[in-house]
């Protein structure tokens, strides 16, 4: 049985208090595809919101009012959806829709979104560096969009103040099917006095047959410390041929550096994934049953069409 390591403050845990986030937005959403031929993969709805909105809700609720949106070609109506359509407001508030009216204005209120083109896009660790100039030498938060994390689990909240504490990055872990490990980034850990923390010590990127070091997954939230620029400007390409942010943070865990160490919050709540078609439509339907408007009548509705549906096959 391993020991459990103490927690120890760094010099890190010093950097300026966490206010930014970065969020990237330029993959080409393929596994959509016709869909995504001129919408952006982002931008599906999820129930009545794209699903980037409920990244960006989510970094707000967490205090991140500085978002950094790193996109490519073809995003403009990502950018359109979080201004002002004052045409609609006013139209809606002639009808004395004020209900919808808020919802319109809600995207745009009250956050400061900036927006930087990837360019060619070479995987999030290169989206990441994009946002180096935007961030500087701070720590900051980055939110994947494939990963909607439901608003009452607060796991931004738990991961900032792990590393308001320890200093360094901080990564969501979450336990999946050993079945399914080699569809994500993989994490070898080391327990810590407090349960839900671990630290990290190795990552790999899709681990192969008898490569993955546990069943503890990477999922799309993290808490970096700056000094991963540096790190991810020195790796060579990885899987895919592309710039991967775990084998950066897998340089940073491996160093074992004492200013720069890697902790992982081991994450139990509610994550609707969105990555692909069965996924978006097995989070739709979970989100959906849950809404405060939607939920009852669609809860009535699937249990008589599964119902149905059972009989009809069996």
Known sequence: MQRSEPLQKTESASLPTLSKAVIPAAGLGTRFLPATKALPKEMLPVIDKPAIQYVVEEA????????LVVTGRNKRLLEDHFDRNLEIEEALARKGDEAYAD?????SEPVALHYIRQGTP??????????RAHVGNEPFAVLLG?????????LLDRMTAVQRQLGGSVVALMEVDPHDIHLYGCAAIAPTEEGDVVRITGLVEKPGPGEAPSACAVIGRFVLHPGIFDVLHGIPPGHGGEIQLTDALDSLARSRSARAPVHGVLFSGRRYDTGDRADYLRSIVRLACEHDDLGPDFRAWLTAFVSHHLQETS
Do not use: T
Request: hydrophobic residues 40%; glycine residues 10%; proline residues 6%.
């Open 146 to 154: 494939d990963d909607l994390i439901d608003p009452r689990d607060r």
């Open 122 to 131: 070479k995987g999030v660790g290169h989206a990441i560096l994009c946002a």
């Open 103 to 107: 919802q319109v204005r809600e995207p």
């Open 60 to 67: 707000v609720a967490a205090g991140l009012d500085n978002i």
